[in-house]
T-cell receptor
Framework: KAGVTQTPRYLIKTRGQQVTLSCSPI?????VSWYQQTPGQGLQFLFE???????NKGNFPGRFSGRQFSNSRSEMNVSTLELGDSALYLC????????????FGPGTRLTVT | GENVEQHPSTLSVQEGDSAVIKCTYS??????FPWYKQELGKRPQLIID?????GEKKDQRIAVTLNKTAKHFSLHITETQPEDSAVYFC????????????FGGGTRLMVKP
C-alpha cells in the first residue's frame, strides 16, 4: 500500500496570508490526525478527523482549522499566518477498530516570512 | 490533560552498546504507548508500541517495558549500530478517546562507530 502523502512538501508564505495543506491517508484508513513539529515545542497535536467529523482538538488558536472529505483525505488551513507558525506540519493516518498504530506522512515544511 | 516527559534529551553510545530511553506519563487512563524514530529530514516512523495490558514487548534488538503503577515506560535498544542514530520520541494516548498522541520531548541518540 502507498503510504501517507502530503502536499505541498514545502511552502513559503508571508505573515498575514493563509495556507491550506493536504493529506491523503493510507488506503482504508479513516482517521487522520495533524501535528505541528517545531524545535522549541516538539510534536504537538492539532486535531483529528474521523468519518468527516472532528473528534479531538489540541490547544491551538481558532486560526487553525481542518476538514475531512468522504474519501478520508484531509486538509488543514491556517489563516492570518504568524511568524511562529513556521513549522513542519505532519499528518498521520490510522485504520479504524482495534488497531492503534498511526503512520505519518513526510510533512509540509511551512516557512512564514 | 496528558503530560509526557522523556529523558535523556541526548544520548551518546558506542556502537555495540545498549541504549535506554525513559518516559513518564501523567494520565493513568492512557493505555497505548508508541515509540517513533525520526531521522534527519524524514517522517517519524513507528518502531514499536505497547498496550497497557502488556508489561514488555520485544522486536529483534528493540524492546519496550511498561510500568503502569509508576506510570513510566522505556525503550531499550541492544547492540546499537550507527544507523540507529536518530531522534526517538515516546508518546501516550487513550485509545478510547480518539487518536490524540501526546509526545515526549525527544531523545537524540548518537551511535559512535
Amino acid at each position: 500500500k502507498a503510504g501517507v502523502t502530503q502536499t505541498p512538501r514545502y511552502l513559503i508564505k508571508t505573515r498575514g496570508q493563509q495556507v491550506t495543506l493536504s493529506c491523503s491517508p493510507i488506503s482504508g484508513h479513516r482517521s487522520v490526525s495533524w501535528y505541528q513539529q517545531t524545535p522549541g515545542q516538539g510534536l504537538q497535536f492539532l486535531f483529528e478527523y474521523f468519518s468527516e467529523t472532528q473528534r479531538n482538538k489540541g490547544n491551538f488558536p481558532g486560526r487553525f482549522s481542518g476538514r475531512q472529505f468522504s474519501n478520508s483525505r484531509s486538509e488543514m488551513n491556517v489563516s492570518t499566518l504568524e511568524l511562529g507558525d513556521s513549522a513542519l506540519y505532519l499528518c498521520a493516518s490510522r485504520p479504524s477498530g482495534d488497531i492503534y498504530e498511526q503512520y505519518f506522512g513526510p510533512g509540509t515544511r511551512l516557512t512564514v516570512t | 490533560g496528558e503530560n509526557v516527559e522523556q529523558h535523556p534529551s541526548t544520548l551518546s553510545v558506542q556502537e555495540g552498546d545498549s541504549a535506554v530511553i525513559k518516559c513518564t506519563y501523567s494520565d493513568s487512563a492512557s493505555n497505548y504507548f508508541p515509540w517513533y524514530k525520526q531521522e534527519l529530514g524524514k517522517r517519524p516512523q513507528l518502531i514499536i508500541d505497547i498496550r497497557s495490558n502488556v508489561g514488555e514487548k520485544k522486536d529483534q534488538r528493540i524492546a519496550v517495558t511498561l510500568n503502569k503503577t509508576a506510570k513510566h515506560f522505556s525503550l531499550h535498544i541492544t547492540e546499537t549500530q550507527p544507523e540507529d542514530s536518530a531522534v526517538y520520541f515516546c508518546a501516550a494516548s487513550r485509545s478510547n478517546a480518539g487518536n490524540m498522541l501526546t509526545f515526549g520531548g525527544g531523545t537524540r541518540l548518537m551511535v559512535k562507530p
